[in-house]
């Protein structure tokens, strides 16, 4: 099917307000009878066949916030490195939601992003239960180039589409008890065939301290190189924390819990003696079984200097004053 579009709900950001993005998009699609179509279709997952066929291509056609990208850079936020080609990021990842090796790319495809619900809960003023979309019209976005460091020594450099997670603490509103922040990836083994591995603790588990959650850095992803999030990097919502190894980096988060207690995560349940809940990048803290002193940047391999708190010691070694009795680099 062919269809011709005017495009009236692709004009430039700062001519629109999120908003009207939204509502000129949904009138496009009644006017071309696609939005019936998709009614009488009944399902999310037909409706993003629909509009894929509208001719927006794979990946960012589907969303519906497509229209958001992209968006402009935050200079403040650069990588003295080569940014990462997008053909390496998106078909070299991590979710073992969707297998224990790198290429997980066209399996992470059947997760379905439409409807995408968010819980607030534990320790706030009031739970809250939003959809995605709901966000992604209010919030402003930024891009930033980020360093992204795996714990098993190979780093990449990505620009990111999203906003600090600070605003959604603020939004949430946590009570003073609130002393650290939970997030968790979905949980549905029907989808996600590694889910069926039940020797692993699901869902996927991370925590922040308040003061970590709150630091400019922490960056809540929407998207990267200029799109939506593909499905493999975690979408529709990922955490990006570039001062830590990348497992704190939680995936397709559906609940953000302000909690007491220090949460322990997937990899620490896993193995504690290998994965804490600190993590922070520093190459004089080997990991038990191999040396953190160097990384590999891919794609090409070429071999670096680990940094310490990767590169980011100026905006978060603040944060650890005095902890001075906590395993930080684990
Ligand atoms: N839910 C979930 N989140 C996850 C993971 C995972 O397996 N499941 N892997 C982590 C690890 S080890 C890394 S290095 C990064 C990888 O992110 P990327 O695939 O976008 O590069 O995601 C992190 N977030
Ligand atoms: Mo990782």
Redesign the pocket.
């Known amino acids: 099917m062919l269809i011709k579009r005017t495009r009236s709900w692709e004009l430039p950001e700062s001519l629109v307000t999120p908003e009207a993005v939204f509502l000129n998009r949904r009138k496009f699609l009644v006017s071309s009878g696609l939005l019936m179509a998709t009614a009488a279709l009944g399902g999310c997952e037909e409706s993003e066949e629909v509009v894929g066929l509208a001719g927006k291509g794979k990946g960012a056609g589907e969303d519906p916030s497509a229209a958001r990208y992209p968006v402009d850079r935050n200079e403040a936020f650069t990588v003295e490195r080569p940014m990462t080609p997008e053909k390496t990021?998106s078909s070299?990842?991590?979710?073992?939601?969707?297998g224990s090796h790198?290429s997980?790319a066209s399996a992470a495809q059947a997760l379905p992003i439409r409807p995408w619900e968010i819980t607030i809960d534990g320790e706030v003023e009031k739970p809250l239960t939003f959809d995605i979309d709901d966000l992604l019209a209010r919030v402003p976005l930024e891009e930033r180039l980020y360093r992204?460091?795996?714990?098993?020594a190979?780093a990449?450099v990505?620009p990111w589409t999203g906003f600090p997670l600070k605003a959604l603490v603020d939004y949430a509103k946590p009570t003073s008890k609130a002393k650290y922040l939970r997030m968790e990836?979905?949980l549905d083994p029907a989808v996600a065939t590694?889910q069926k591995q039940s020797w692993y603790p699901w869902?996927?588990v991370?925590g922040l301290t308040m003061a970590e959650a709150t630091n400019e850095l922490a960056f809540m992803v929407t998207g990267?190189y200029g799109k939506p999030l593909l499905k493999?990097?975690?979408a529709p919502l990922?955490?990006a924390t570039p001062w830590k190894?990348?497992?704190?980096?939680?995936?397709?988060?559906v609940r953000f819990s302000f909690v007491a207690e220090r949460p322990v995560s997937?990899?620490e349940k896993i193995n504690p003696n290998e994965y804490g809940f600190w993590a922070n990048v520093n190459p004089e803290v080997p990991h038990p079984r191999w040396s953190q002193a160097t990384e590999r940047l891919l794609p090409s391999g070429e071999v670096y200097p680990t940094k310490i708190y990767n590169g980011y010691g100026d905006q978060v070694a603040g944060i650890y004053a005095g902890l001075t009795d906590q395993k930080l680099f684990m």
Do not use: D, H
Request: glycine content about 8%.
């Open positions: 990021a070299y990842n991590n979710f073992y939601e969707f790198k997980i992204l460091r795996c714990v098993e190979w990449m990505i990836t979905f590694g869902p996927y991370e990267a493999q990097y975690g990922r955490l190894y990348g497992f704190k980096s939680v995936k397709s988060i997937f990899w």
